[in-house]
């Protein structure tokens, strides 16, 4: 028999609150860049539409608590981008969250099968983005 629950008060005293934190968002489509501004205000979001672009600041020292990147854009795809990033910054890989409207391509296919990664279909379930992204920075 289980016991009956008391109504929710809100959050107990000792309840963790989501930190702010630092999120890179790659992605070619200006309008999903707008979206995920709105949608993470709580964090301090660097939005860029270039993964080349994304690259270059990492390779300059910034670091990110979480990486938001698009599977497909026409310069250099999200699993390029990853790829590179393994190699010069794994510590900076591993948190990464690819976002998809459609992986259409067989190098796609198998990337999605053995990325080891979240991918978020887009439009992205909020609460899934959310999850996902307290998933990589508690990581």
Do not use: N
Request: hydrophobic share 45%; charged share 30%.
């Amino acid at each position: 028999m289980r016991e009956a629950r008391r109504p929710d008060s809100g959050p107990s005293p000792g309840a963790a609150h989501p930190r702010r934190a630092r999120v890179l968002a790659i992605d070619d489509e200006p309008f999903v860049l707008r979206a995920l501004g709105r949608i993470l205000e709580a964090h301090d979001l660097t939005p860029l539409a270039s993964a080349r672009d994304a690259l270059a600041r990492l390779d300059a020292g910034e670091r990110f608590d979480a990486i938001l990147c698009d599977l497909m854009m026409p310069d250099m795809t999200g699993m390029e981008f990853f790829d590179h990033l393994g190699r010069r910054h794994p510590e900076q890989a591993r948190r990464v969250v690819f976002l998809s409207g459609g992986v259409f391509t067989q190098a796609g296919i198998e990337f999605e099968r053995s990325a080891g990664r979240t991918i978020l279909g887009k439009p992205f379930d909020l609460a899934a983005l959310h999850g996902a992204i307290a998933g990589v920075v508690d990581d």
